[in-house]
């Protein structure tokens, strides 16, 4: 659990990061960079998920890694593609909402 909470704040760190510096106005640039921010968050996330598994069953890095790749793949491009196609409507929304 301390590692989800440590994983969730690095991801919600960049978001706000993200708001302030980095949202385009080009909806093409914007879905391509919300992708790209998902993509790399979760992989950031999971990598920080499964070392604490690791730690916490006191095994071995590389297996836990191995076992926990499915998972990885599919979390990441779900994200990816969730941040991308999501994102940039749903932030249209919120600032119309606003």
């Known amino acids: 659990m301390p590692f989800q909470m440590a994983g969730m704040v690095i991801v919600g760190a960049a978001g706000g990061v993200y708001k302030r510096y980095g949202i385009e106005e080009n909806p093409r640039q914007l879905l391509l960079e ?3 921010l998902g993509a790399f968050l979760t992989l950031i996330y999971d990598i920080i998920t ?3 598994v690791a ?3 006191q095994s071995a890095f590389l ?5 926990g790749i499915p998972m990885s793949i599919l979390h990441v491009v779900s ?3 969730l941040f991308g196609f999501a994102l940039p409507p749903l932030t249209k929304a919120i600032q119309k909402f606003l």
């Open 50 to 52: 499964n070392s604490g």
């Open 63 to 67: 297996p836990v890694f191995l076992f």
């Open 55 to 57: 730690i916490q069953a």
């Open 34 to 36: 919300s992708a790209t």
């Open 79 to 81: 994200n990816t593609a």
